[in-house]
């Protein structure tokens, strides 16, 4: 059994910061790698027909932010994602086995197969739940902010969401009310440029996002999302701030390598656009300098690359042979603890037509 998640990253150089350096460089790069890997292998759990549902939303393109931010926060710290949020959770350290077996819809998904792609959750990991409404994860960081803040479990709350939620009234009352109450809260904004096939300037005359919530009375900066250690360093003060009682907000700048969703071909952007927005590409930006600043060896990267590689086949192999839920665990983890499971829809069925 493949597990890259813990894979130690070897110092090149001598002298202790240059140590440092190397191993979170080399850290981010591996947590990137792995998001970049798990995703190509759900593009083909989908092309396969093995996902649950038709809809599958691709993070390719936006690692740094995923990486680059979670580095920075710990193990009590809470957060919830968008629907494109395969990437963060990897990176808040999910088990990509029981992920991709939720995408697939099996028993051993996190959610055992009732959330899939889009509605992944998990208490024991901080995840307070993936969301498809645009915006709809937001508020619930702001209740578990105000929560920290009161039973002083010093832990900060982190809401992702795409640039598409930068229009959506929810975020200004989350804002808002985590500004009034210095509430241990931060928003981070994945601006991939598009929300389906709006690009973000036909979305807003206002596209500088962070100055929205500068406006509110929160800390707020946009970083480039090539650059993870730049997402990093930005995501930690802002982290750091808000663990303090000073909320923020963080914009990163990426580029949305693939359509909207797996079916969706991006008509609405043209092929010399998607050729340099591609070039925006944070896992080859790191591999580079983590070369030219000898920080690691071609030929370790290469093996960590193929060892990475292994583990999501060996994650994609064991999504598509995992079992399916049975119809008997339907209601199970729907309903509050304690109250009656009701009769599964096929039982209902059968007993209706046996009395006809
Ligand atoms: C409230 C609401 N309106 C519309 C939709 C349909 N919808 C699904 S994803 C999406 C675009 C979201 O774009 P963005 O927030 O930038 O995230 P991205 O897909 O780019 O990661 C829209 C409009 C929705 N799910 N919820």
């Known amino acids: ?20 350096h190397n191993s979170v460089l080399l850290d981010l790069y591996r947590t990137m790698r792995r998001i970049r890997s798990f995703e190509e292998r759900v593009g083909e759990l989908f092309v396969r027909g093995q996902t649950a549902g038709s809809m599958l939303h691709l993070s390719i393109g936006e690692e740094a932010a ?22 963060i959770f990897l990176a808040r350290g999910a088990d990509p086995k029981r992920m991709m077996a939720e995408i697939a819809g099996k028993m051993d998904g996190y959610c055992h197969g009732k959330g899939g792609s889009m509605h992944i959750a998990d208490m024991q990991l ?47 009352e989350s804002m808002n009310m985590a500004a009034l109450w ?27 996002f962070h100055e929205r919530a500068l406006v509110l009375g929160l800390n707020g900066r946009t970083v480039d999302g090539l650059d993870v250690e730049a997402v990093r360093d930005e995501a930690s003060t802002i982290v750091d701030a808000a663990r303090g009682g000073h909320p923020g907000f963080l914009a990163v700048s990426c580029y949305r390598f693939f359509g909207h969703a797996r079916m969706d071909k991006s008509p609405y952007r043209s092929e010399e656009e998607e050729i340099e927005g591609r070039k925006k590409d944070p896992v080859k930006f790191a591999r580079e300098r983590l070369l030219a600043e000898r920080l690691a060896k071609a030929k370790m990267l290469d093996v960590l690359d193929e060892a990475i590689g292994k583990e999501m086949d060996e994650t994609i192999d064991f999504a ?23 009769e599964p829809v096929r039982a209902r069925i059968d007993r209706v037509l046996a009395r006809e």
């Open 126 to 172: 901080g995840h307070l739940g993936a969301n498809a409404i645009v915006g709809g994860g937001i508020a619930a960081v702001v209740g578990a902010g105000l929560s920290s803040k009161r039973k002083r479990r010093g832990s900060v709350s982190v809401a992702f969401f795409g640039d598409g939620a930068m229009q959506q009234g929810i975020l200004y």
């Open 320 to 342: 598509v042979s995992a079992a399916l839920p049975p119809a008997t665990s339907m209601f199970r983890d729907v309903y509050a603890v304690g109250e009656p499971e009701p």
């Open 1 to 20: 059994m493949t597990d890259t998640s813990e894979m130690a990253a070897k110092p090149a150089v001598n002298g202790s910061d240059r140590r440092r």
């Open 66 to 87: 995923a990486a680059g931010v979670c580095s920075t926060m710990e193990p009590r710290d809470t957060f919830t994602t968008h629907h494109r949020g395969h990437g």
């Open 182 to 208: 210095d509430l241990p809260v931060v928003f981070v904004c994945v601006n991939n440029q598009y929300g389906m096939g709006t690009r973000v300037d036909q979305a807003t005359r206002a596209p500088n």
